[in-house]
């Protein structure tokens, strides 16, 4: 047997769901935080550029990421009331983790690069699941609203991927969305 059985693993797998159900107040320990990060480069990585980045964002900090979102849609003639709803967003989880890519200025590896970080999410969400956290991969504007990566502390090149809500679970996790069979060819 490998360090874990097939379906231990396979029920961690099944049992990570994206979910917003979290205590806002009880925060996600450092610590943890840093081991979740140190998972996720544990993602294969071509070429070993080591291509993600990542800013742990709490208390106030998840104020000024949901200003900076509030006030683009604001410039860009959105309704104030979304806006508004912007600025609060972040402060539904105790912690916001912004995961971005540094990649490759050659296309070919960049793109591999944005592979690996995305492995690398995955492994950091599985973490956080073992963990007894609830998480929750968001996008949307996050990944292009100028500002986001200089209060990440990111290079401007950077490419965000995700911004991940973390926190404590409160109740039940929403119910899985049933998965497809895969659509495998077995090539003989
Ligand atoms: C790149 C990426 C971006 C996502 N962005 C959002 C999002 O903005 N809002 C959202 O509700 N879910 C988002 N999700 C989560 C998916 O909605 C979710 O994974 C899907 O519904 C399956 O549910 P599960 O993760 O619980 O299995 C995103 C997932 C990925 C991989």
């Not at 699941?129 to 290079?155: I, K, N, Q």
């Not at 950077?158 to 090539?187: K, N, Q, S, T």
Request: aromatic residues 6%; charged residues 25%.
């Amino acid at each position: 047997m490998g360090p874990m059985d097939l379906d231990t693993f396979a029920s961690l797998v099944r049992a990570r769901r994206t979910s917003l159900k979290v205590d806002p107040e009880r925060p996600v320990p450092p610590e943890l935080v840093e081991r979740l990060c140190r998972l996720a480069t544990w993602a294969p990585n071509h070429h070993r550029t080591w291509p993600w980045r990542f800013a742990a964002l709490t208390g106030d900090a998840r104020a000024r990421l949901g200003a900076l979102i509030g006030d683009y849609q604001e410039a860009a003639g959105d309704p104030p009331a979304r806006a508004e709803k912007s600025r609060a967003k972040y402060l539904r989880a105790p912690l916001m983790l912004v995961v971005a890519c540094s990649p490759d200025p050659q296309p070919r590896r960049a793109v591999e690069d944005r592979d690996a970080v995305a492995a690398g999410i995955q492994n950091l969400l599985l973490g956080a699941t073992a963990a007894g956290l609830a998480s929750y991969w968001g996008t949307g504007l996050v990944v292009d609203v100028p500002g986001v990566r200089e209060l990440c502390g990111f290079a401007p090149t950077d490419v965000i991927l995700a911004a991940i809500y973390v926190g404590w679970p409160l109740g039940e996790p929403p119910e899985a969305p049933p998965r497809p069979e895969p659509r495998l060819h077995h090539v003989p």
